[in-house]
């Protein structure tokens, strides 16, 4: 569906940020807070008496300085994509519909809502935790919860990229690519 195509947000110093919704993007376009550098050829979104062409990356106008939203609260989608949709405790996969965060010290005894702090739970899972530390409850995890920082966000622009090539360039995949080759070569030769 068009209306849920995603769109390459990069800032105006061409450094991804984020993926936005086709209609988000083309209001950026609209209100001429971004610019569009390369079009989802064959996707169109329709209204009463126009058709817009469906944009797949955008740069921002004005710089933002994506640095001090690191710290922010994480949202939940970000909690899930780390721990790959994954329960910690017993390894079943879900949706974000039928998973769950799980404060691993809870809250009630000064645990704080940070990246660090929460994993991925199912439901029977979080119920049988409840309000005791993995420890005390016997559900040893699976992974060890990391820090969600900027470097989150590339690796699910990564993937993405794998189906959208044409975001491989603002990516700088080929970059990356292309270093890894030579340096495969060069072990090779030696």
């Given amino acids: 569906m068009v209306i849920s195509r995603k769109v390459l947000l990069l800032n105006a110093s061409y450094e991804p940020m984020n993926l936005v919704t086709a209609p988000k993007a083309l209001t950026l376009v609209w209100r001429r807070v ?61 949706t974000a519909f039928d998973l769950t965060l799980d404060h691993i010290l809870p809250k009630s005894r000064g645990g704080r809502t940070l990246a660090e702090n929460l994993v991925t739970a199912c439901q029977p899972c979080n119920n049988r935790k409840g309000n005791r530390t993995p420890e005390e409850a016997r559900m040893p995890m699976l992974t060890n919860p990391s820090a969600l920082y900027y470097g989150l966000e590339k690796v699910a622009l990564r993937q993405a990229a794998e189906i959208r090539p044409e975001w491989r360039r603002y990516l700088f995949l080929e970059v990356f690519e292309e270093a890894i080759f030579q340096n495969n070569d060069s072990a090779v030769s030696a």
Avoid: M, W
């Fill in 34 to 94: 971004a610019e569009t550098l390369e079009l989802d050829h064959g996707y169109l979104i329709h209204t009463p008496r126009f058709a817009f062409e469906v944009p797949s990356v955008i740069r921002l106008t004005h710089y933002i300085d994506v640095r001090s939203r690191q710290n922010r609260v994480t949202n939940r989608h970000r909690i899930f994509a780390r721990d790959h949709y994954k329960c910690q405790y017993c390894g079943h996969r879900g």
